[in-house]
């Protein structure tokens, strides 16, 4: 773990080098840097503020051999699947959230396409406490979820002990994710990396501190001054990033609390479209492309309408509390 040295060394030169620890750079180069061949990937969000965009890159740029450790994770890592880029996931969840199953990861655990799919499941509070394991240094964290399971008869990785302290009551011990890098999507951060969520924050916080590089991409790049103004909306420190990228709408389709809705009717087509592989790789090559051609194929009418929506239905502003 490399992040409590950053910060001390990183502290140290507070107001004497501040260019020199700006970490802004474009989204293929975060990818081409961090995400290799064989690395094992953290996303940040659930159910919303999931990086697609970053995935997207991911897949664009043809990278293999990945091991995903996650929370539950919908359809980035169907698409990253279908694609041939991901070997095993660990996690609790997977599918496309209300619209349909996740097609691509279904096929390539039952059938072997595009080649087949490790799966090693632990509970969604057993993946919290695998990232909390991994932020705090650890060995293990104790816990009785998924006891009377049998999710620990099929994961290696968890043992069941009795409590050494006398109770005699069993325990499962959750080991730690330490994944090489975390992909991240925040509203706001600064060139630092100090990087600000606005609504549900998950496991993010913690994924940040177990990885060994952070990739955080934005929805929109501020001045430290702003950042500074509402610090309690920091959850991720600058010295835990090692990238920052500005990425408007790097969520769609997932909605991004206070600045976009989901879009539904694109989840639908995917949806359809994804049950069959032939179809899934025509989907693969209309939308698989660089984040601006892919708004541009968006639409600028239908983000401004998911804009709307969102003001409208959840009554939030992109700045809600934040400019006050």
Request: net charge negative.
């Amino acid at each position: 773990m490399t992040h409590t040295i950053d910060a001390i060394n990183q502290q140290d030169g507070i107001g004497d080098e501040m260019d020199d620890r700006e970490k802004v750079m474009d989204l293929a180069t975060a990818i081409e840097r961090y995400v290799t061949d064989g690395s094992s990937i953290a996303f940040g969000g659930m159910g919303g503020r999931d990086p697609e965009a970053a995935a997207r890159e991911i897949v664009r740029q043809g990278t293999t051999g990945l091991t995903v450790l996650d929370d539950a994770r919908t359809t980035l890592l169907d698409i990253m699947v279908g694609a041939g880029c991901v070997d095993e996931y660990v996690g609790s969840w997977v599918g496309t959230s209300l619209i349909s199953q996740g097609h691509n990861i279904r096929n390539a655990v039952e059938n072997d396409v595009p080649h087949h799919l490790e799966m090693r499941d632990v509970s969604n509070f057993g993946s919290s406490l695998m990232f909390l394991a991994g932020a705090m240094d650890l060995p293990f964290v104790p816990t009785r979820s998924m006891l009377d399971t049998d999710i620990p008869t099929y994961n290696d990785d968890l043992e069941v002990i009795e409590d050494p302290l006398g109770s005699g009551d069993p325990l499962v011990l959750v080991p730690p994710a330490r994944p090489d890098v975390a992909v991240i999507h925040v509203q706001r951060c600064d060139p630092m990396g100090n990087a600000q969520i606005l609504g549900n924050v998950v496991n993010d916080h913690l994924k940040a501190r177990a990885a060994e590089h952070t990739i955080v991409t934005c929805e929109e790049l501020v001045p430290t001054e702003e950042i500074q103004r509402r610090p309690e909306f920091t959850r991720i420190p600058f010295y835990t990033v090692d990238a920052v990228v500005e990425v408007p709408f790097g969520s769609h389709p997932w909605h991004c609390y206070g600045q976009y809705y989901a879009d539904l009717p694109f989840y639908r087509e995917y949806g359809l479209r994804s049950q069959d592989y032939d179809e899934f790789c025509e989907w693969l090559d209309e939308w698989i492309c660089p984040h601006e051609e892919y708004l541009e194929k968006v639409g600028t009418d239908r983000l401004a309408t998911l804009e709307h929506m969102e003001r409208t239905i959840n009554g939030a502003s992109p700045v809600e509390g934040a400019d006050e």
